[in-house]
């Protein structure tokens, strides 16, 4: 039973991760994208409607990926070039994809998508517990095992990570240095909704197999949480998405264990840990928060 | 997001399929007093008179996609069925409809381009379908499923099939197919309805496999395809082998089935090409028939005041029509000796008995229907528990 609530919690959490993972670098540069929900279902869709026409589940990813940016392209401009509100812009960007997306995607509805299988590692697929957690997954999966510390390193190891980060906290330091603080936030902010493209992705093309309007059903906004609760660090970040993939699981376990639970409260408990995590952790937020974070230039 | 399209009128072909309904008509018409005949008239005989009569133009509203591989798409698929059987309406249709005010807009934009029988055909267009029936005397509104406290208007209906019936067939071939004895189950809410069905699936089991068990799991959501693949792979890893659901978009829960090369009992539609080696069967819709009766009794004038003219449900016993829901075909692994039980089983429902049929026992193992006795209609219709035999809980 607990193998299978760690199993499940990968592979609902991925999706997230991805998100979270983008939403990371968006807010290190200082803007927080709060349509994280929208640009995840823009993603959702073009990846599923790629690999219907084209049968290459793998362009599906990648058009997952340009939807995602296309759309944070949009916030970009708006946010960064024409000094928008970073809250306000978010959320009717996020309104703008539920409705075209819903609008567009309804020949796409409960069709038969061929996205990614489950592939069982040799060896790592193997070993006891670990495996069955871990190594039994589609290749999405496997490949956020690598992601993580890439933008880890990216982030805190790399020139381009230092510029990102000083967007975040001291724009004016970048202008003194002779680069374009707009710019490095554009590029975070195009990187960041392509992240979230793909988590779209991920949830249609590998988890689901199939496309409904609204699909992400929240895990956009949780992303968005989950990076205040991750400390805008990917590795905390992961833990956090697997935490949520878990408590989005557990409903579905208990109740095949016959554990006498009520569903309905266990559908709200990712929400109520969204709200708790916000609540709790807002000393936090002020500590480790980028210093420029949501200020416009 | 209210797409209006008008079906194309049929093919001259279709004048034939006309030519030769109208011959069967006669026939049954000679054959048979019922009032609802499966034979159909497409236009009003000189005099008729009454609510719905010469019409034109029928409108059709649902509430999804109508390409949804599941119920929406099924209801169009009756659409076009009656287009065939009478080619000379228009059909109107709007898909994706909401279960607001919405809907009074799209009917309202229907009977403006002549639209004279409005098909409604999500559950919860009930309260403004009978809204409009009262405004609009002239028009005839067919609720698909829900219930109108009587009295029913004489220009509206309710209709539904018995689709338990199915489902308790379909639970024979699961409990045949199951090594593990254990089936598994992805429900959405627990509304009588559901219920039924989830009693159905384990009582067909249990018929054959007295051993057999059905886990359940309510994703409290018609559609949350994230939601429901995370419920099936809890079932698969649990031990269930044969998984069935209620859910309106099907496809993520199969092909997860198939991807762990376990069994798959369908719903809402014949989903074999997802599930090539783990198809056993599934409830198939079939609304065509019914359609075609409901529109051949409103323009013969009969329908205020007739068969229809009620909160209209019928099973496979109905001998007039066939119900709206079959049997979806077998796939490859389903054995002959699996077949001939189905097939005596459907034989004993024809001849008048009930799935719901007593001894019945509920999860404590409280007696919900007396030995001997079949469940009343209201004990049907007002389902609040599961069958001994279902491992799951209701919430509360």
Known sequence: MLITILAGAVAGGTSILYAALGETISERAGVINVGTEGTMLVGALASVAVTVETGNAWLGVLAGAGAGAALAGVFAIVTIWRGGNQLAAGLALMFLA????????????????????????????????????????????YISYAVVPAVWWLLFRSRWGLLLRTAGERPETLLAYGVSPARVRTVAVITGGAFAGVGGAQLALALALSWSEGMTAGRGFIAVALVIFGAWRPLQVMAGAYLFGASITLGSVLQVNGVEVNQFFLDALPYVLTIVVLVVLVRRQRQYAPEALGQPL | MTHLQTTSRGARLYRWALALAGVAGLIAFAMTTHAASAATTCASPGGAKGPGTNAKVVGFIYVGSKTDYGYNQAAAAGAKALQKQCPKIKILEADTVPETSDMTRAAEQMIGQGAKVIFSTSYGYKDFAVGLAKKHKDVVFLQQGNFITPPVPENANTYFGNVYETVYLAGIAAGKATKSNKLGFVAAFPIPQTLLNINAFELGAQSVNPKVKTYTVFTGNWCDPGKQASAAKSLLSSGADVLTQHQDCTSTVIKATEAAKKYSVGYHSNAAALAPKGWLTGSEWNWGPLYGAMFSNIESGKFSGGAFNTNYTLGFASKAIPSPMRLAPYGPSVKPATKSKIATAQKKILAGASPFTGPIYDQKGKVQVAKGKKATAKQISSMSYLVKGVVGNIPK
Do not use: C, I, W
């Open chain 1, 98 to 141: 539920l409705g075209l997306t819903s609008l567009y995607g309804a020949s796409y509805v409960g069709g038969n998508v061929d996205g990614f299988d489950e592939v069982k590692l040799p060896l790592l697929g193997s070993l006891p517990v670990l495996g069955k957690v871990l190594f039994r997954h589609d290749v999405l999966v």
